[in-house]
């Protein structure tokens, strides 16, 4: 996987259910419209207000209907059992690649040492040695509490070279992104388009973002002309005035305008709509369909 992902957002029904119709339909929309890839059931995606059962329709639905090969999945939860079940199901129906964070609950039990997270990953990579799918690890130190250090991020690839794949790295933290994507194989992919100006320079394999949910022919024009100052400028005015609102309901709200389909606006608790003074404030952002 390189180039342009985004990171979809996961439409639901009045019910709080996965609305599967609408999901393919915008996933449809971003492979068409310039993304290389999806990650589905990101942060962006709100796994974690979803059952594994309700996940693994999502999933199901995505790899049937769409090019598996350009699907990368969130499979990380807080307990193992859990994430190693997760991750093998996303194989079995043939997702390319697990995203799969860190158990973050145990960041509140203090202590948790590189070699605890080690050992957790080390089970999840052995309990789904038959159903060998790549893994990448997810860095959000923000949400989780729960830091990859670049010893074990190093530590990890060398243990598990044909599974290790790279990292989403969304602590913000340039310096260490371009660290990791030092580590030799190790495909590094920050989680703002805005990074793309430093791809070559620091050599990240592209970049996963919940704004290219929306912005994606701009970014994927951006990722083929780096250089460009002016494509620059629009894609961090665009990220910018989306990443002044709550994340995932000015997504959903910017979706719902490209579809001209209010459902797609619907969050899950305890994510709530924008208000109409936010809704606003984003008539600015300019979308391919406009």
């Known amino acids: 996987m390189r180039g342009v992902i985004a990171a979809v957002p996961t439409p639901v029904t009045a019910g709080g259910e996965p609305d599967v119709g609408r999901f393919l339909h915008h996933a449809r929309w971003a492979l068409a419209n310039g993304c290389d890839a999806l990650n589905v059931l990101g942060t962006t995606g709100e796994a974690n207000s979803f059952s594994a059962d309700q996940r693994k329709a999502v999933m199901s639905a995505a790899a049937a209907e769409l090019d598996a090969s350009r699907l990368m999945v969130g499979t990380g939860t807080p307990?193992?059992?859990t994430t190693i079940a997760l991750t093998k199901y996303a194989c079995d129906v043939g997702f390319a690649a697990a995203l799969v964070l860190p158990p973050y609950y145990y960041y509140y039990y203090k202590g948790v040492s590189d070699d605890g997270l080690f050992?957790?990953?080390?089970?999840?990579i052995l309990a789904t040695r038959d159903a060998p799918g790549l893994v990448y690890l997810y860095n959000f130190p923000q949400l989780t509490g729960v830091p990859f250090s670049f010893e074990l991020v190093r530590r990890l690839k060398a243990a598990f070279p044909e599974r290790i794949a790279g990292a989403k790295d969304s602590s913000g933290n340039l310096s260490y992104t371009?660290?990791?994507?030092?580590?030799?194989?190790f495909d590094v992919f920050p989680s703002s388009e805005t990074a793309i100006a430093k791809a070559d320079a620091d050599g990240y394999?592209?970049?996963i973002s919940a704004t290219v949910s929306v912005t994606a022919p701009l970014v994927a024009e951006y990722w083929a002309a780096p250089s460009n100052a002016a494509l620059a400028t629009?894609?961090?005015e665009a990220r910018s005035a989306i990443a002044a609102h709550p994340l995932i309901?000015?997504?959903?709200?910017?979706v719902a305008r490209l579809h001209e389909d209010p459902a797609f606006e619907?969050?899950?608790?305890?994510?709530?709509?924008?208000t109409e003074?936010?809704?606003t404030a984003l008539t600015g952002v300019k979308l391919a369909a406009e």
Do not use: N, T
């Not at 371009?178 to 194989?185: E, H, V, Y």
């Open 79 to 81: 307990d193992l059992a």
């Open 205 to 207: 394999a592209g970049c």
């Open 178 to 185: 371009s660290q990791l994507a030092k580590i030799d194989g």
């Open 234 to 236: 629009r894609v961090v």
């Open 119 to 124: 050992a957790w990953f080390e089970r999840l």
């Open 249 to 254: 309901p000015a997504v959903k709200c910017l």
């Open 266 to 274: 619907r969050v899950l608790p305890p994510h709530l709509p924008l």
């Open 277 to 279: 003074a936010q809704k």
